[in-house]
């Protein structure tokens, strides 16, 4: 799954929200790859980029509640370009 963190704010968030699970998770971006509960290491990511969270298992429907926020939704340029000029 693909999730975007293009902010403070989404960043603080996230952790705060998947470190209440027994989950392990993991956050790749490029070469790197972080605990995603470690906000420090969540930030050392590029964040202007969609980042990749990898996981064995996922047992709990309310982590996969909260992970649907932060889920990356591609933009086209183009419309978003039309949207703004109407």
Known sequence: ???SLNSVDKVVNF???VSRFDEEL???SGIHAVDAKS???VFCLDLTE???LVTDHIKSEM???ILNDFKWQK???YLM???MVS
């Open 75 to 77: 933009v086209d340029k």
């Open 26 to 28: 993991e956050l790749k």
């Open 81 to 83: 370009k039309e949207s």
């Open 1 to 3: 799954m693909l999730i």
């Open 15 to 17: 952790v705060n929200a």
């Open 50 to 52: 969609p980042i990749e």
């Open 63 to 65: 982590l996969l509640k």
């Open 39 to 41: 906000i420090m290491g």
